[in-house]
């Protein structure tokens, strides 16, 4: 099978402004330094490596075509190409493309984060904050829900283990939520998961084509964007207001393309924060009606209000077919590292990714599944105090961005794990490159959108221990400070492609 390759154009326009006027960087100290251009080019394409822009396993143009079109000389991309193989993100097979890989160190050990190029290059191993992430740790009480899920494993032990449809004692717990919220669900119309993720990507096995339009709320999870392109779908953006979803635009937009499916987290979307309203949740389930489009609604954190706002029922309440389907997660709720998930549908489509699922997997792990029941049994004790949490971490992290950054935009949202930062200019790409050399890692604007948008946005998790939320505002200061000469250049443009 013939390797995939990125073209040099499609290369480019993702690495935007890579130089960044004469190739600035922070050096030791926080110290400007000049960067070659061709540490300049590998630092980025490493970026886009970690954001999954540039897929693992694929090849990059060839050093003359990259060349051409970056307007460089063939050996600054060789030099690149080399630095790059060097510190383990491309693999070189005699007589074939160098294709993008990642370090052994990144791949299996996930308590140390690599640092950029530049730092591997100049500096000593330095402490990181990974803030790439919108995570929580565990909470205390799961150690009791596996210690409740090991009690009750061996009813499970005398059969083979493996139900792709789910513990029935989860899928109970489920329903009974669902009923609670004002969607009466059965049992039968749940299929538990590996987490919302992968709850997603049968959906989109079922509900499209290659080709087909799936509408996505702009800026979204980046993760779902990839899922819908791995399937031969194509992402059709709508952009978020300020204040929230354009329904009118998403109407719109479906007309036009005709889109089959849309996904949206009209739940504090991932990662402003936003949540969509009773009225406009009724309004989303009359266009998906109107349009014959099918609306996967995440879930994933719902649990997760962190205002005074009245909390509208699910999307699904509104429906009055098969036109919305919802995905939810015990990660955010409770912990990442509990992989389990569902699908709330009508039983005709559970039957149908059923078909799909054995091809894929055989079905959640028991544990997993009975260590969720016990965390929903007690998830009001639990999700009280994880809300505190974040309301608390959110708050410093605003307070500190208003200290060291105040030029910085920002809006709470209405809960979530995460704020979406507005920057003076279109250097998100450039800063996220730049801050693992102050011991922070970011994600850039531009992962959670298509076309290279959001180079003047970036995401700040606050799911971090408040001191190391300040600790990592004060890094990503002297980070953008480094920036800031080439930020305040009026001529900067608002898209850095």
Do not use: C
């Amino acid at each position: 099978m013939a390797t995939r390759v990125i073209g040099a154009a499609s290369l480019t326009r993702d690495l935007g402004r890579w130089r960044n006027d004469d190739s600035a960087g922070a050096g030791e100290y926080g110290k400007r330094s000049a960067r070659p251009a061709y540490v300049a080019l590998a630092e980025s394409i490493r970026l886009l490596i970690h954001d999954g822009r540039a897929p693992l396993g694929v090849a990059l143009p060839s050093e003359r075509d990259l060349a051409t079109t970056l307007e460089v000389s063939r050996t600054t991309v060789t030099s690149a190409y080399t630095l790059l193989r060097e510190h383990g993100y491309l693999i070189s097979r005699q007589g074939s493309r160098s294709t993008v890989a990642l370090p052994p160190t990144v791949v299996h050990d996930g308590a140390k984060p690599a640092r950029s190029i530049l730092a591997m290059m100049a500096q000593p191993e330095l402490p990181t904050i990974d803030m790439t992430y919108a995570a929580m740790a565990a909470p205390p009480q799961m150690t009791e829900a596996y210690s409740f899920a090991l009690q009750g494993l061996p009813t499970y032990l005398g059969t083979h283990g493996m139900d792709p449809v789910g513990v029935l004692m989860l899928r109970e717990a489920l329903a009974r939520r669902y009923t609670e919220r004002g969607l009466p669900t059965e049992p039968d119309q749940i299929l538990i998961t590996l987490g919302a993720q992968h709850g997603l990507r049968l959906l989109l096995n079922v509900l499209t084509t290659p080709a087909e339009r799936v509408l996505i709320e702009h800026p979204t999870y980046p993760n779902a964007i990839e899922a819908i392109r791995d399937v031969g779908a194509r992402p059709v953006p709508v952009p978020l207001r300020p204040d929230g979803w354009d329904l009118d635009g998403i109407r719109s937009a479906a007309r036009q393309t005709a889109a089959s499916a849309a996904y949206l987290i009209p739940d504090f979307n991932n990662p402003t924060g936003h949540l969509l309203d009773a009225e406009g949740r009724a309004e989303l389930a009359a266009i998906a009606r109107e349009t014959r489009m099918t609306v996967i609604v995440d879930e994933s954190m719902v649990d997760l209000n962190l205002s005074d706002r009245e909390y509208p029922p699910p999307v699904a309440a509104f429906a009055r077919g098969s036109e919305v389907v919802t995905i939810g997660s015990a990660s955010k709720s409770f912990w990442g590292g509990l992989r389990v998930g569902w699908v709330r549908a009508n039983q005709a489509l559970i039957t149908k990714l059923l078909g799909i699922r054995s091809t894929v997997d055989l079905g959640t792990p028991v544990m997993d599944q009975l260590a969720t029941v016990h965390l929903l049994r007690h998830a009001e004790e639990i999700l009280t105090t994880r809300r505190d949490q974040l309301r608390s971490r959110r708050a410093v992290l605003m307070e500190t961005l208003a200290e060291e950054l105040p030029d910085w935009q920002v809006n709470p949202g209405a809960g979530g794990m995460s704020l979406w930062a507005q920057l003076p200019a279109p250097v998100s790409t450039a800063l996220a490159a730049t801050a693992p050399n102050h011991g922070v890692l970011l994600a850039a604007g531009p992962r959670f959108g298509v076309q290279g948008a959001f180079e003047r946005f970036i995401r700040l998790p606050f799911t971090h221990e408040e001191p190391d939320i300040r600790l990592a505002i004060k890094s990503i200061a002297a980070a953008y400070q480094g920036l800031t000469p080439h930020a305040a250049d009026p001529l900067a443009p608002l898209i850095a492609y």
